[in-house]
């Protein structure tokens, strides 16, 4: 499923830069609850977030996507 694979990546990408979910969340400005959400698979991110992700992370979004199998 794509959705757990976006999560996975965020994760691995907020623990490689150091963030913790609560820290992240603050940045990016939406709940731990959601970013949890998303981390575990059960939400799908929104373009809006993934951009903001990005940004912040200083990646590239190709960076950030899920390899394709």
């Given at each position: 499923?794509?959705?757990?694979?976006?999560?996975?990546?965020?994760?691995?990408?907020?623990?490689?830069?150091?963030?913790?979910?609560?820290?992240?969340?603050?940045?990016?400005?939406?709940?731990?609850?959601?970013?949890?959400?998303?981390?575990?698979?059960?939400?799908?991110?929104s373009?809006?977030?993934?951009?903001?992700?990005?940004?912040?992370?200083?990646?590239?979004?190709?960076?950030?996507?899920?390899a394709?199998?």
């Amino acid at each position: 499923m794509e959705t757990d694979k976006w999560g996975r990546r965020i994760r691995a990408f907020r623990k490689l830069k150091g963030f913790t979910q609560e820290s992240l969340a603050k940045e990016l400005n939406v709940s731990v609850s959601v970013l949890g959400e998303i981390e575990r698979g059960s939400r799908q991110p929104s373009e809006e977030f993934l951009m903001k992700v990005t940004a912040l992370f200083n990646i590239t979004l190709e960076e950030l996507k899920p390899a394709q199998h």
